[in-house]
């Protein structure tokens, strides 16, 4: 139910956007790009790509030694080129399809709402295909509810991880959340303490090759905190931050300097580009990562990720303080 306090949020279509508004947030979505193209929170941009599906992990020593990234390879791909397929919107019920020119001409002006969703749904670049539907609700009490939902499918390899995500402008200075202590998966979870633990930058595991690190279970929120921007002109702005935060059950998470593609690409850890974004990946499924030994033992079938059932995520931001 809508809190009597609660400011109407602001809807503005465009040809090839949408746009909204509200006390000291501001949000861009993009038909073209796929999704939410820029998120301002109290003038600070959190966004530098579309937050996208995460099905890949980077492979870690024992996937190699089982030869699990070989058989599911396909998801590397699906990572990278899966694509935006379909839009819906639907504004305090009405259901406005995917409005693009010349549909648009119908709106004059801003409407004042007090929930807006929009839906991208994107279609798998596997085979056989499937698809992932990405929604984003704003309500009127300035806070943003984000559900990924990938649809299972027969004849598909193994999923590494399902999840969504979000790649921030520059670095974080470090992160709090609510979970499990250190790092943690599905079958490295025994001996963590379930308390609020504060990391101080996004440190990575300095393997010899670079892989798969920095996973967090069982999390009920994370704080992301930055203190850079990329406006040149602006003065350097005190830390400011984002919240993830649970809705129907805990998730998992890390926070990284790098994408999985890009741990994957590097062969040793001095060819790692130089630390300029937040990786912030979010996961309603992850594979477990084994080592039972690395010369061929595959991981224990309760910690695999099946890919022909269904798999979700979902949380919460606030956009306002």
Known sequence: MKNMTDKPIQVVFGDGSLGVTGDNFQCLFSYDRGGLESLVKNGKEWLYRVPRPAFWRATTDNDRGNGF???????????????????????????YGWPIAPDTNQFGKALSANDVEITFTYTTATTPITTVAIAYVIHADSTLTITAHYRGKTGLPEL?????????????????????????????????????????????????????????MQTESVTITRATT?????????????????????????CLP???????NATHMEELPAARRTVMTVYGAVRGVGGIDSWGADVQPEYHVAADEDHSIAVQIALAD
């Open 69 to 95: 990234s070989t058989r599911s390879a396909m998801w590397l791909g699906a990572d990278l080129f899966s694509t935006c397929t379909d839009v819906n919107i639907v504004v305090d019920g009405a259901d």
């Open 160 to 216: 590494p991880t399902f999840g969504l995500r979000f790649i921030a402008p520059t670095a974080a200075t470090g992160y709090t959340y609510t979970g499990l202590s250190d790092e943690t998966y599905p079958d490295r979870q025994h001996g963590a303490k379930q308390g609020t633990f504060e990391v101080a930058g996004m440190p990575v595991t300095p393997y010899l090759v670079p892989q798969e690190n920095g996973m967090h």
């Open 230 to 254: 990329l406006n040149n002109v602006a003065l350097t702005p005190a830390p400011f931050s984002l919240s993830f935060q649970q809705v129907d059950q805990p998730f998992a998470f890390s």
């Open 258 to 264: 790098y994408t999985a593609a890009e741990l994957e």
